[in-house]
């Protein structure tokens, strides 16, 4: 059975421009799909007749073939072109070519495997330490990266001279290539060109054609007050760069503070914890507390204080990081008990206690409660 004229599959006249026969073709695979045609047997094979008239005519060099030699094109590896026989399609085949027309531009123009020419470069990390203070009060850091960067021999092409890298022959730009296996074809990254759609005929001696080179690079980063453990600040373009003059990637330097001999930080507050003697904290008084900032503050112990009391000074405490109030800061009072007593310090401690039963309320308010359990035990 002679073959169908391919203009005449998918409906439209010989001069029809590119736009017009892509147009053709989307609305007969819409029409003839199989899962759309369960009733009509001969859907499949249309589908894949409309499918190989305009895997031809797509291609400018197929077209023109077809329209000089028609059907003979085609055959006896006549005008092969890119991609052989258009007749050598089958159903997978014909759906990867609906999938491409269709969703190919919402996709950025590629698919998969599709040619990345100038490939961005990777994003970097960093981990940078900072004090406490630093971070109170905010610090330019300079940091070494170690990075790729364009090779400024080649200006980032990745060609001696700088001259433009060539397609591919294989993939004739495309970066894939399919291949027949029985029923289906299959996609694969071109292997002459990796992908990238293009081939470095020249490379440069320095980068060997990756248009890049590995270098170590100095950056001053700002590191604003009031930033945390797990702060993460990104720096756009600082990155890698990209393969053959892509765009370079970012650099996120990722903060860590250290601990502090004296100050443990909760968000923006910070909390101190400060010894006091049995005596001042019986008798109450002042006593003297640094602050994050350097200074000193003097605080007032109330008589009778507890271990574990808190007192607050407003606005002593780390900056938020966005603006907004500044926190505080909380000291935490840690009644001290004397040791390596001489004598005489034990025997007025021993007096004293004798003297102290209607003087320890907390005490006392404990054993009566062990005594009524105990009580209740008995009963």
């Given at each position: 059975m002679a073959k169908r004229d391919y203009y005449d599959v998918l409906g439209v006249a010989k001069g029809a421009s590119p736009d017009e026969i892509k147009k053709a073709f989307r609305q007969k695979a819409k029409e003839l799909h199989p899962d759309s045609n369960s009733d009509n047997p001969n859907a499949e094979s249309q589908f894949k007749e409309a499918n190989e008239a305009y895997d031809a005519l797509k291609d400018p060099e197929?077209?023109?073939?077809?329209?000089?030699?028609?059907?003979?094109?085609?055959?006896?590896?006549?005008?092969?072109?890119?991609g052989g026989h258009p007749g050598q399609?089958?159903?997978?085949?014909?759906?990867?070519?609906?999938?491409?027309?269709?969703?190919?531009?919402?996709?950025?123009?590629?698919?998969?495997?599709?040619?990345?020419?100038?490939?961005?470069?990777?994003?970097?990390?960093?981990?940078?330490?900072?004090?406490?203070?630093?971070?109170?009060?905010?610090?330019?850091?300079?940091?070494?990266?170690?990075?790729?960067i364009a090779c400024t021999v080649c200006n980032g092409t990745g060609s001696e001279g700088g001259s433009e890298p060539a397609t591919c022959p294989t993939c004739s730009g495309m970066g894939k290539v399919r291949a027949q296996q029985g029923f289906f074809t299959v996609e694969r990254t071109c292997p002459t060109c990796s992908g990238a759609g293009q081939i470095v005929k020249n490379?440069?001696?320095?980068?060997?054609?990756?248009?890049?080179?590995?270098?170590e690079r100095s950056l001053n980063v700002n590191i604003p007050a009031g930033?945390?453990?797990?702060?993460?600040?990104?720096?756009?373009?600082?990155?890698?760069?990209?393969?053959?003059?892509?765009?370079?990637?970012?650099?996120?330097?990722?903060?860590e503070v250290t601990e502090h001999p004296l100050?443990?930080?909760?968000?923006?507050?910070?909390?101190?914890?400060?010894?006091?003697?049995?005596?001042?904290?019986?008798?109450?008084?002042?006593?003297?507390?640094?602050?994050?900032?350097?200074?000193?503050?003097?605080?007032?112990?109330?008589?009778?204080?507890?271990?574990?009391?808190?007192?607050?000074?407003?606005?002593?405490?780390?900056?938020?990081?966005?603006?907004?109030?500044?926190?505080?800061?909380f000291i935490e009072l840690s009644v001290e008990t004397p040791v390596n007593l001489t004598s005489k310090q034990k025997?007025?401690?021993?007096?004293?206690?004798?003297?102290?039963?209607?003087?320890?309320?907390?005490?006392s308010n404990f054993f009566s409660k062990v005594k009524s359990f105990w009580e209740g035990m008995k009963g």
């Amino acid at each position: 059975m002679a073959k169908r004229d391919y203009y005449d599959v998918l409906g439209v006249a010989k001069g029809a421009s590119p736009d017009e026969i892509k147009k053709a073709f989307r609305q007969k695979a819409k029409e003839l799909h199989p899962d759309s045609n369960s009733d009509n047997p001969n859907a499949e094979s249309q589908f894949k007749e409309a499918n190989e008239a305009y895997d031809a005519l797509k291609d400018p060099e197929k077209k023109a073939a077809y329209d000089r030699f028609g059907h003979a094109a085609f055959e006896n590896g006549m005008g092969g072109g890119r991609g052989g026989h258009p007749g050598q399609g089958d159903f997978a085949s014909a759906f990867s070519d609906v999938f491409d027309d269709l969703f190919g531009d919402f996709m950025g123009g590629q698919r998969g495997g599709g040619r990345q020419r100038a490939s961005r470069g990777s994003d970097l990390r960093y981990n940078l330490r900072i004090s406490l203070e630093d971070a109170y009060i905010g610090i330019q850091k300079t940091i070494n990266v170690p990075t790729s960067i364009a090779c400024t021999v080649c200006n980032g092409t990745g060609s001696e001279g700088g001259s433009e890298p060539a397609t591919c022959p294989t993939c004739s730009g495309m970066g894939k290539v399919r291949a027949q296996q029985g029923f289906f074809t299959v996609e694969r990254t071109c292997p002459t060109c990796s992908g990238a759609g293009q081939i470095v005929k020249n490379p440069c001696g320095t980068c060997g054609g990756a248009g890049r080179t590995e270098k170590e690079r100095s950056l001053n980063v700002n590191i604003p007050a009031g930033v945390e453990t797990g702060t993460r600040i990104r720096l756009a373009g600082e990155g890698e760069a990209g393969l053959r003059g892509g765009p370079q990637g970012d650099l996120y330097i990722f903060i860590e503070v250290t601990e502090h001999p004296l100050f443990q930080r909760d968000g923006n507050h910070l909390f101190c914890r400060v010894p006091v003697s049995m005596a001042s904290a019986a008798l109450g008084g002042d006593i003297e507390v640094p602050t994050i900032d350097g200074g000193r503050s003097r605080v007032k112990v109330p008589a009778g204080s507890q271990t574990g009391k808190q007192m607050r000074l407003r606005a002593k405490g780390m900056p938020a990081l966005r603006g907004g109030a500044q926190g505080d800061m909380f000291i935490e009072l840690s009644v001290e008990t004397p040791v390596n007593l001489t004598s005489k310090q034990k025997e007025l401690l021993r007096e004293f206690d004798k003297m102290s039963e209607d003087n320890n309320p907390e005490s006392s308010n404990f054993f009566s409660k062990v005594k009524s359990f105990w009580e209740g035990m008995k009963g």
